[in-house]
């Protein structure tokens, strides 16, 4: 019973995370291209396109972990991409650049940004969560885990 509320509670909350992040990128796409060129990580040429299809996917990976469609696959790409960010985080850390992460608010609020540990402590909190999904729901082969909708 435990293992159910668990595994629905983790589910939505990584879904509301996926959802929301994507809101603001959507609606101020040229600001979150600034966000993305600041990781001086992407060529030139794909900052625009990532700062266009990125908040779209995160919307529609949120939008089927809730509905449950295609989990398995939903799981691993949510997990793929929050290794991706993870990765840019850590790789800006170590290159001593601390930049506004861009990614719940593309605005660029250089003073009131959060230090790069925290979006690091964020970051391993959200792996954590993803980490949690695919175990249950992919690698013990959780069908039986929920049936919430």
Known sequence: ???KWLS???RWFLAGVFIYASVDKIFHPAAFARSIYNYQILPDWMINFAALVLPWLELLLGLCLVTKIWLPGTLLLCNGLL??????LVYNYWRG??????????????????????????????LLVGGYLMY??????????????
């Not at 959780?142 to 909708?149: F, Q, S, Y």
Request: aromatic share 12%.
């Open 1 to 3: 019973m435990l293992s």
């Open 8 to 10: 629905i509670g983790t």
């Open 136 to 149: 249950s729901h992919i690698i013990k082969g959780g069908n039986h885990v929920e049936k919430d909708n």
């Open 83 to 88: 290794w991706v960010f993870m990765g840019a």
């Open 97 to 126: 650049l601390n930049i506004h992460c861009g990614c719940f608010s593309s605005g660029q609020e250089e003073n009131g940004a959060a230090p790069m540990l925290w979006y690091l402590t964020r970051d391993i909190f959200f």
